[in-house]
């Protein structure tokens, strides 16, 4: 090969994706990523035992056991990796040859060679330099630039103008028995207390009280939904003042019931605005906005950071996905493929109580007709829970559930075992991979979330003024001490000259209208490319159509260069 052809990038290793054709061993390409018919997180599901009680405020659960495959497809990997495509470290041989030149070496003699400067001859101008006029910037000090023009700027930030001026109370809460999982569930058995657990803050475990009540204080509401008496044990884990690191955590809980008290509704981490639901007939989608929140310490003054935030849910249920799926296909077990392909991964968000789960696995041989067992011992099918609990009425009784493994805050929670999911009453949300084809769609989706500067700082100044004008929130921030500005921040920045980029064969400026330079970047030599003779492309099952992409797309912009 010439050295034109190797300089060019040609004769490459290319990794191999499995199911491409190649003359080489699957083993030889390095890591393969299992394919999508057995994603990296299944959840192997047996069927003979029997779910447990589910939640009387949320989505049932079972306990019957799950067996991860996670651990055989990364045994199977690492037996892969052995067969030559990846490199090993050099033996003995590379230290033989580099022994004699370390033998010939010493300190402090000068050589020359490359070095940042011009070479030091004579000793006497060693160590010249007085470091006590050395321009250091001072700790705290202005660190804003001179050069540039001058602009002003909105951020999305909103100043806290009061400081707080009080000590709060905090206690763990212990709930007996420690079935009661929902949060909801948990602020309306406090609720029964007002008269007692007046003006708190409670995030299901924590919760901040201006009365003192008192190293351990026990109580007992009634749950409506199981008929019986819960114990509420406050255990005082320490006195919070508004200096205490566990301050920002108390403002984020006071900024969430801000934005419950506003009319808004969570979905995730994040509040959307139910009310201004944008519905997308064309594609069958509703798109929620909403905001992100964040309180701290920026640039040493509290401010909360508020940024906008969109929630695209599908009005197919998961149900009808299948129904659409199964009719595709007359083979059963190649549409079981092509379903758990689809859906595996996927978020979905529940319509009763619009909480969100990740679809680890789809139960085919478990239906809502399964029972479990009540606290009193009785037999209860999942069809006349749902009627019970949420007044819904499951049409299809012989539908396959779906699995969700249980995350970290479930296991806090109690729930180990998976929860199964009803697909009639479950919605995708988010993009899926076969939205983000359709240009169309995406074009729709953009002209809705793709805000600009204007309406962006209209729509945040809406929520602002929203808080500080409703009365049930100046009311609630009154009982804290706390109150918003009237403003977001403004602060003034600089537009710097366009910076110069030296390429092998010429320099260019970079453009800031079009905010790109990848076009000469792809078209320009480089000064000194790096040449990537072994690498590989590591990604799940479900992900190998975007790896052909990367592949693809790095060789049509690597070879220019």
Not at 324 to 330: G, M, S
Request: charged residues 25%.
């Amino acid at each position: 090969m010439s050295e034109r052809g190797r300089a060019r990038g040609r004769g490459r290793s290319r990794p191999v994706i499995p199911g491409e054709a190649s003359s080489e061993p699957s083993g030889a390409a390095g890591i393969t990523a299992p394919t999508s018919e057995t994603p990296t997180e299944s959840v192997t599901t047996s069927s003979a035992p029997t779910p447990t009680v589910p939640s009387a405020s949320d989505t049932p659960t079972s306990e019957w056991s799950t067996t991860e495959a996670a651990p055989a497809v990364q045994q199977s990997a690492i037996r892969r990796i052995g067969g030559g495509g990846t490199m090993s470290i050099p033996r003995g041989r590379g230290l033989d040859k580099l022994a004699p030149h370390m033998a010939g070496m010493s300190i402090g003699e000068h050589r020359e060679g490359r070095s940042r400067g011009p070479p030091i001859h004579d000793d006497s101008q060693r160590r010249s330099v007085d470091p006590t006029r050395v321009n250091f910037r001072e700790p705290g000090s202005e660190k804003q630039g001179t050069s540039g023009e001058l602009i002003p700027l909105i951020a999305n930030y909103v100043r806290i103008l009061s400081a707080p001026q009080w000590s709060l109370y905090q206690y763990h809460v212990t709930f007996i028995p420690d079935s009661i999982d929902s949060r909801k569930t948990r602020r309306e058995l406090l609720a029964q207390h007002k008269g007692v657990l007046q003006d708190v803050a409670f995030d299901g475990q924590t919760l901040y009280s201006f009365n003192d009540l008192g190293d351990d204080y026990e109580t007992k509401s009634f749950h409506e939904g199981i008929g019986q008496d819960i114990t509420m044990q406050l255990h005082k884990v320490a006195v919070q003042g508004p200096e205490s690191p566990n301050f920002f955590h108390l403002s984020n809980l006071i900024m969430r019931k801000l934005l419950e008290l506003a009319g808004m509704r969570m979905i995730g981490r994040s509040y959307y605005q139910f009310d201004k639901k944008i519905d997308i007939d064309r594609f069958s989608l509703t798109l929620f906005p909403g905001f992100e929140t964040a309180i701290n310490v920026y640039e040493g003054v509290l401010m909360m950071n508020v940024d906008l935030s969109h929630k695209v849910i599908n009005n197919v249920s998961i149900y009808q996905r299948l129904q659409n799926i199964f009719a595709q296909f007359q083979e059963y077990k190649l549409a079981q493929d092509t379903a758990m392909r689809e859906l595996i991964g996927q978020i979905v968000i529940t319509t009763y109580n619009h909480k969100t789960y990740k679809v680890d696995d789809i139960a085919w041989d478990k239906t809502p007709q399964i029972t479990f067992a009540k606290r009193d011992g009785t037999e209860m099918s999942l069809i006349d829970y749902y009627q019970e609990r949420y007044q819904l009425q499951i049409v299809d009784h012989t539908q396959p559930l779906l699995v969700s493994k249980p995350t970290r805050q479930n296991r806090r929670a109690g729930i180990t075992g998976p929860i199964l999911l009803i697909p009639e009453f479950c919605r995708e949300t988010g993009i899926s991979d076969s939205m983000r084809n359709d240009f169309n769609l995406m074009k729709e989706l953009a002209s809705h979330t793709h805000i600009e500067p204007t309406p962006r700082y209209q729509s945040l100044m809406d929520m602002v003024n929203t808080i500080n004008t409703a009365p049930r929130c100046r009311q609630y921030m009154s009982k804290w001490n706390l109150r918003l500005d009237d403003n977001l921040v403004e602060l003034e920045a600089r537009t710097l000259e366009p910076e110069t980029i030296n390429y092998s064969d010429r320099s260019v400026r970079y453009k800031q209208q079009e905010a790109d330079w990848s076009r000469d970047g792809r078209s320009c030599r480089h000064l000194k490319p790096g040449h990537l003779d072994k690498w590989l492309v590591v990604y799940e099952g479900k992900q190998k159509p975007i790896a052909n992409e990367l592949i693809n797309t790095l060789y049509n912009v690597c070879t220019p260069m």
